[in-house]
């Protein structure tokens, strides 16, 4: 069993930054591929990026060069830099965790463990 609790959400204006961190709990967080995903209203859930436990990373189209995905396995800590942040990018952040895989899968059916998420609200 793991526990994923997310922080660092909030608001922010156009252009601006943020950085969401994830909390694990349990001794395997190295070995697992983490990734984190998002859900705006009335939307699925959508990947966002991902990272494996060897540092092998997949980011959506939507956030390359703007996000960037990191792990510190001492900490037992995921973490997603947001910068350049645009209107669309407003939706609760999820992070998971996808136990079996050593590749950065892009789909919520890969992923076990979800955290409870952290609303990001970007203003104009």
């Known amino acids: 069993q793991v526990q994923l609790v997310e922080s660092g959400g909030g608001l922010v204006q156009t252009g601006g930054s943020l950085r969401l961190s994830c909390a694990a709990s349990?001794?395997?967080?190295?070995?697992?591929?983490m990734g984190w995903f998002r859900q705006a209203p009335g939307k699925q859930r959508e990947f966002v990026a991902g990272i494996t436990s060897g540092g092998r990373i997949n980011y959506a189209d939507s956030v390359k060069g703007r996000f960037t995905i990191s792990r510190d396995n001492a900490k037992n800590t995921l973490y997603l830099q947001m910068n350049s942040l645009k209107l669309e990018d407003p939706a609760v952040y999820y992070c998971?965790?996808?136990?079996?895989?050593?590749?950065?899968?892009?789909?919520?059916?890969?992923?076990?463990?979800w955290g409870q998420g952290t609303q990001v609200t970007v203003s104009s």
């Open positions: 998971a965790v996808d136990p079996s895989s050593r590749f950065v899968a892009n789909t919520v059916a890969e992923y076990d463990y």
């Open positions: 349990g001794r395997a967080f190295s070995v697992y591929t």
